[in-house]
């Protein structure tokens, strides 16, 4: 029983630990900022970069050979680039990708 237990406890925690660094990825804005933001990047017109063999995901590792633009809105620090028909926020630090915009 005193096994089963740990092992309970052992699980607990792992799926614990998975849901939390998942939520480090997944990005967080207040609806108005959405709305700003979308507004913002749609009148930057920004050109689309090609990358073959990487997929679109929210985590993803963006290459550091795609540039990354700063959003000019206030209380948002994550970058953007267009990779094909897709504008994607990017977190400047790891450059992996926390939010995909249609």
Same mark, same amino acid.
């Given at each position: 029983?005193?096994?089963? @237990?740990?092992? *309970? *406890?052992?699980?607990?925690?792992?799926?614990?630990?998975?849901?939390?660094?998942? *939520?480090? /990825?997944?990005?967080?804005?207040?609806?108005?900022?959405? =709305? $700003?933001? !979308?507004?913002? #990047?749609?009148?930057?017109?920004?050109?689309? %970069?090609?990358? @073959?063999?990487?997929?679109?995901?929210?985590?993803? *590792?963006?290459?550091?050979? %795609?540039? @990354?633009? =700063? #959003? /000019?809105?206030?209380? $948002? !620090?994550? !970058?953007? =680039?267009?990779?094909? /028909?897709?504008?994607? @926020? %990017?977190?400047? /630090? =790891? !450059?992996?990708? %926390?939010?995909? #915009?249609?």
């Amino acid at each position: 029983m005193k096994n089963y @237990l740990i092992g *309970a *406890a052992g699980a607990l925690l792992l799926i614990a630990g998975t849901g939390i660094s998942f *939520a480090e /990825d997944v990005l967080v804005l207040k609806p108005e900022q959405q =709305t $700003v933001v !979308r507004e913002y #990047i749609h009148k930057q017109k920004l050109a689309s %970069v090609s990358l @073959l063999g990487v997929e679109l995901n929210v985590g993803t *590792a963006l290459p550091d050979t %795609v540039e @990354l633009h =700063t #959003i /000019d809105v206030p209380d $948002v !620090r994550n !970058r953007y =680039t267009v990779v094909g /028909d897709h504008v994607v @926020l %990017v977190d400047p /630090d =790891t !450059r992996k990708i %926390v939010q995909i #915009i249609e």
